[in-house]
């Protein structure tokens, strides 16, 4: 047999986690294998590593949220919480690509859909969120875009 799968992962590290007594990094992932639960149950089939990936993508952003809420409200400990569980979590989440090589999708995306006023944002930010696969924060495309297409 190969590496075991992302998920097989997940359950051997909350296995470390707990015989470590690390109650943050236990936390995280059996937050993640209970989402990948949820997420099988609504496609009914195991999840490949890349679904896996994205699960995981969306725990780490949702981390990140949190991390912006907790330190604007001043709410340090709070952030680093989120922050640890964040690091644990990233190794199962879709590698981000470079701000280059979002660059190079955003023109692509716009010369592809003949893009030229902000009336074809959306028409850009689905052809660039398509093939990046979560690999990239929509937040960061859509001020990409705008920029761009704002000219």
Same mark, same amino acid.
């Given at each position: 047999?190969?590496?075991?799968?992302?998920?097989?992962?997940? #359950?051997?590290?909350?296995?470390?986690?707990?015989?470590?007594?690390?109650?943050?990094?236990? *936390?995280?992932?059996?937050?993640?294998?209970?989402? /990948?639960?949820?997420?099988?149950? &609504?496609?009914? #089939?195991?999840?490949?590593?890349?679904?896996?990936? &994205?699960?995981?993508?969306?725990?780490?952003?949702?981390?990140?949220? %949190? /991390?912006?809420?907790? %330190?604007?409200? *001043?709410?340090?400990?709070?952030?680093?919480?989120?922050?640890?569980?964040?690091?644990?979590? &990233?190794?199962?989440?879709?590698?981000?690509?470079?701000? +280059?090589?979002?660059?190079?999708?955003?023109?692509?995306? /716009?010369?592809?859909?003949?893009? +030229? %006023?902000?009336?074809?944002?959306?028409?850009?930010? *689905?052809? $660039?969120?398509?093939?990046?696969? *979560?690999?990239?924060?929509?937040?960061? $495309?859509?001020?990409?875009?705008?920029?761009?297409?704002?000219?």
């Amino acid at each position: 047999m190969g590496d075991p799968t992302l998920k097989a992962q997940v #359950h051997e590290q909350m296995t470390a986690a707990l015989r470590a007594g690390d109650k943050v990094r236990l *936390g995280a992932l059996r937050m993640l294998a209970a989402s /990948i639960t949820n997420r099988e149950k &609504e496609v009914l #089939h195991e999840l490949s590593d890349e679904e896996v990936r &994205e699960v995981a993508g969306k725990e780490v952003k949702r981390r990140t949220e %949190s /991390i912006e809420a907790f %330190s604007s409200a *001043g709410r340090t400990e709070l952030a680093e919480k989120e922050r640890a569980e964040r690091e644990t979590l &990233e190794p199962f989440a879709p590698e981000q690509l470079a701000d +280059a090589e979002v660059d190079a999708m955003i023109d692509g995306a /716009i010369s592809a859909t003949g893009a +030229a %006023s902000m009336q074809d944002m959306g028409k850009v930010m *689905g052809a $660039v969120m398509a093939s990046a696969k *979560g690999r990239v924060d929509g937040a960061v $495309v859509q001020r990409k875009v705008r920029e761009r297409l704002a000219g």
